[in-house]
């Protein structure tokens, strides 16, 4: 599978839009780009998945660049609960293993 | 519920001892994934499960490690002679065939003393 590079950390106001970006140049012509986050002390959780269209969905909406080397996914109006690990995968179609990394750390502060 | 099941929550155990760790995943959902997570580090892969069989246990670190899911349905992670380097949260996640949608439990945390 595809590496993904993250930030470690990123900070975001409540009630603002949270923009995390998400690096995977090596990425192949069948690979998807999934998020997942994990809240503290949870089990991971699907947020939203593309292959080359902007998704939205009811957590969050996935920018994939017109190259796919890279993506953003976005939640529109960050809330204290959101604050939790986002680890952003690259997963081959029809391969089931997904491969996390470290993820970003968002802080959503008052 | 209706969500991924992982029993016991916490474990304490002694440097040598045997643990099982049960995982009662979602019905209806043939796929199973056993990861397991350090502090500070994300979930890493240790088995995967296709119905009954191991479709994929590349990620199981050593011997001592090894799981089964007899019925299709609930599966249990075995760890003999455990070592204070097992300590982690092991994560159970189910999902349908070849869905890249896990569905996670909230894991059972194992402390080898």
């Known amino acids: 599978d595809a590496k993904t590079t993250q930030p470690p950390s990123m900070d975001c106001a409540e009630g603002r839009a949270a923009n995390l970006p998400c690096n995977h140049s090596t990425i192949s012509g069948n690979e998807y780009v999934y998020w997942y986050r994990q809240i503290h002390s949870q089990g991971p959780q699907y947020i939203i998945h593309g292959l080359k269209n902007n998704e939205t969905n009811e957590m969050a909406s996935l920018i994939i660049t017109e190259d796919r080397k890279s993506s953003t996914l976005i939640l529109p109006h960050a809330t204290l609960r959101d604050t939790a690990v986002y680890y952003c995968i690259v997963r081959v179609a029809g391969y089931s293993t997904l491969t996390f990394g470290k993820g970003t750390m968002l802080l959503v502060s008052p | 519920g209706a969500g991924v099941s992982q029993t016991p929550s916490n474990k304490v155990t002694e440097k040598g001892k045997y643990v099982e760790l049960r995982c009662d995943p979602i019905?209806?959902?043939?796929?199973l994934y056993w990861y397991r997570q350090s502090l500070g580090q994300g979930p890493e892969f240790l088995i995967y499960?296709?119905?009954?069989?191991?479709?994929?246990d590349s990620g199981l670190p050593n011997d001592r490690f090894f799981a089964v899911r007899p019925e299709g349905s609930v599966s249990t992670l075995k760890i003999q002679r455990t070592e204070r380097g097992d300590s982690a949260v092991y994560l159970c996640?189910?999902?349908?065939?070849?869905?890249?949608?896990?569905?996670f439990g909230e894991g059972s945390r194992l402390t080898v003393l």
């Open positions: 996640a189910s999902g349908q065939e070849n869905t890249g949608e896990l569905f």
């Open positions: 019905s209806g959902h043939t796929a």
């Open positions: 499960f296709q119905g009954t069989g191991a479709a994929d």
